[in-house]
T-cell receptor
Framework: NAGVMQNPRHLVRRRGQEARLRCSPM?????VYWYRQLPEEGLKFMVY????????ESGMPKERFSAEFPKEGPSILRIQQVVRGDSAAYFC???????????FGPGTRLTVT | EDKVVQSPLSLVVHEGDTVTLNCSYE??????LLWYKQEKKAPTFLFML????IEKKSGRLSSILDKKELFSILNITATQTGDSAVYLC?????????FGTGTRLTIIP
């Protein structure tokens, strides 16, 4: 059973470009969570999705950030018009149901130059 | 706002020592407390604790939760260099995890 997959593992974008981060949950998991880890800081919750539904996006910045988890395919975290402050590691986690242990992917390290 | 505080922030011990990591929390709608180990990559799940007073054990690692005093401890006995990592405590409430900033554990051979 493959774990949570994320790609790309490293992404470099210039200021103003768009970043797309992908996450495929573990097989059998229909709940996906995105977290951001800034340098020297803890992991911070961004958004919680089930298939085709955003359940909780209380941790997402109001502008430039969006997330989706379509019926087919991976979950996508999209950051438009990236700025230097978006540089961070973005982790995806999945679980088979809500309020259950979450398993993390290897993360995408985004660097904005 | 939900809050998780871990102590100490960092700890350096010699191989073979026993360490205790602390985690206290203030969370609405508490469901469970989780411990993760993070090396230079994804957090790796260690334990999920839901009930007070019941110790969970995995090899040299063990953890216990006190829901009355709102804290948990993670013990590692006979530490090895491979235990060097950041240990993260997270509390599950309202279907999302709130993390502490972690304890950075360094084991000196």
């Amino acid at each position: 059973n493959a774990g949570v997959m994320q790609n790309p593992r490293h992404l470099v974008r210039r200021r103003g470009q768009e970043a797309r981060l992908r996450c495929s949950p573990m097989k059998g998991h229909s709940h996906v969570y995105w977290y951001r880890q800034l340098p020297e800081e803890g992991l911070k919750f961004m958004v919680y999705l089930q298939k085709e539904n955003i359940i909780d996006e209380s941790g997402m910045p109001k502008e430039r950030f969006s997330a989706e988890f379509p019926k087919e395919g991976p979950s996508i975290l999209r950051i438009q018009q990236v700025v230097r402050g978006d540089s961070a590691a973005y982790f995806c986690a999945s679980s088979p149901q809500g309020n259950y242990e979450q398993y993390f992917g290897p993360g995408t390290r985004l660097t904005v130059t | 706002e939900d809050k998780v505080v871990q102590s100490p922030l960092s700890l350096v011990v010699h191989e073979g020592d026993t360490v205790t990591l602390n985690c206290s929390y203030e969370v609405t709608n508490f469901r469970s407390l989780l411990w993760y180990k993070q090396e230079k990559k994804a957090p790796t799940f260690l334990f999920m604790l839901t009930s007070s007073g019941i110790e969970k054990k995995s090899g040299r690692l063990s953890s216990i939760l006190d829901k009355k005093e709102l804290f948990s401890i993670l013990n590692i006995t006979a530490t090895q260099t491979g235990d060097s990592a950041v240990y993260l405590c997270a509390v599950l409430g309202n279907e999302k995890l709130t993390f502490g900033t972690g304890t950075r554990l360094t084991i000196i051979p």
